[in-house]
């Protein structure tokens, strides 16, 4: 078995191909979870790109870290995260994270973990830009509070 690598890029994907790639790849796993991100208007409701910027090589290591770090707090089999930079239009797939484990609540846990992460830390920037004005994406607290139950509550999969 191969271990995905981690994935920043520019060019869109094909969330299937992705998914079926990832899966067949894993004949040892007994589930595969998978949460593909899809660019939103957050506020305006005028949307007309979201900029995602990021620093080359610092992104990819803050990313394989927490990979590693969900691959042994939940036994993964193997877990893949892509994602996306520069412009993207509204209901472009802006990330996708996929996780493979022997029994279903590692997979669903390790998926919700990786998501919180990139949704919190993960060193991206995202700029919204309308027909008028462009504003970078604050963080909200919803964001942080679901990451910070990961070490508060040293949450693990449900039996």
């Known amino acids: 078995m191969t271990a995905h690598p981690i994935r920043v890029q520019s060019a869109p994907f094909d969330m299937g191909a992705e998914l079926n790639a990832f899966a067949v790849s894993l004949p040892g796993a007994g589930a595969v979870v998978s949460f593909t991100g899809i660019t939103r208007d957050l506020a305006t409701g005028d949307l007309q790109a979201m900029e995602i910027e990021h620093y080359p090589g610092m992104t990819e290591t803050a990313l394989a870290a927490i990979r590693a770090e969900a691959l042994a707090r939940f036994q993964l089999v193997d877990a893949m995260i892509l994602h996306r930079y520069g412009p993207l239009a509204p209901s472009d797939p802006i990330m996708m994270v996929a996780t ?60």
């Open 100 to 159: 493979a484990a022997r029994h279903r609540a590692d997979a669903f846990a390790g998926a919700e973990f990786l998501m919180d992460y990139l949704k919190s830390r993960a060193p991206f920037w995202k700029k919204e830009i309308t027909a008028t004005q462009s504003n970078w994406v604050a963080a909200r607290a919803e964001d942080e509070d679901a990451l910070a139950a990961w070490s508060t509550a040293d949450r693990q999969p449900k039996a």
